[in-house]
């Protein structure tokens, strides 16, 4: 299947724990052409203490790696925006509004993490105010979250109150437990897009052709176009995730 969309994942170089240099960059975009995609947002992280490059410094390498790629056969072909994993704190509306933090492809949605051991209440909490502040939150990789796997209810809460769900393409075969419920999730149709998360070419790399003809072929065609094109086309677009 091509035609695939990845819309987390930390290729910008030298500015975050992924891709150390260009060098790598280039090489990530050359496997994510070669697993199908033709479109990736990348997120760099923002984590105040830890990895927090200036918006500046990030828009300079994601545009000096769109004129790099251009050269390359493979990676010139996969269309390039930007985005942000925010790192989730009280003042990360501040952060957003004063722009120190991006949005993904400058619309109203942002790419959220938090603490793998967070609390589900004070997550609650974090999505509540993004929401209040006119951001439609999506949780990064849903299934790290130790309180929120398994509990299904309490995710479908959450969405009802406007957020959005994001698993990493490898969750499909990560332990028991996690793949057990990540595939709840999907058959209930709580997901609503599937990423690489990708770090670099080796470990953690920009997987995602296996885990789209899985969900094509598991939960049918539609869901998959759903995940993998439609719902990404609508933060390109800044409209609404049905």
């Not at 910008?12 to 496997?31: E, F, N, Q, T």
């Amino acid at each position: 299947m091509t035609g695939l969309t990845d819309i987390h994942c930390h290729v910008i170089p030298g500015v975050d724990d992924g891709a150390r240099d260009m060098d790598k960059s280039v090489a990530m975009l050359r496997v994510m052409y070669d697993e199908g995609i033709r479109r990736a947002i990348l997120t760099p992280h923002y984590h105040k203490g830890y990895m927090e490059a200036d918006v500046d410094t990030i828009r300079e390498r994601f545009d000096k790696l769109r004129r790099v790629a251009q050269g390359d056969e493979k990676a010139g072909r996969i269309e390039l925006y930007l985005g942000c994993e925010v790192y989730y704190y009280p003042s990360a509306i501040s952060w957003l509004e004063d722009g120190t933090v991006l949005t993904m492809a400058g619309s109203d949605y942002v790419l959220t993490e938090f603490g793998f051991t967070l609390d589900k209440h004070s997550i609650e909490d974090g999505i509540t105010n993004l929401i209040n502040a006119g951001y439609l939150p999506i949780i990064a990789h849903i299934e790290r979250y130790e309180n929120l796997v398994g509990d299904i209810d309490f995710v479908d809460g959450l969405i009802e109150k406007g957020a959005y769900v994001q698993i990493n393409a490898e969750a499909l075969k990560g332990n028991f437990r996690i793949r057990r419920f990540v595939k709840k999730l999907l058959k209930n149709q709580m997901v609503h897009f599937v990423a690489t998360d990708a770090h670099g070419v080796g470990h953690r790399a920009p997987e995602l052709a296996k885990a789209s003809k899985y969900i094509a072929k598991k939960y049918g065609e539609d869901y998959h176009d759903r995940l993998f094109s439609v719902n990404p086309s609508r933060i390109l677009s800044n409209e609404y995730v049905d």
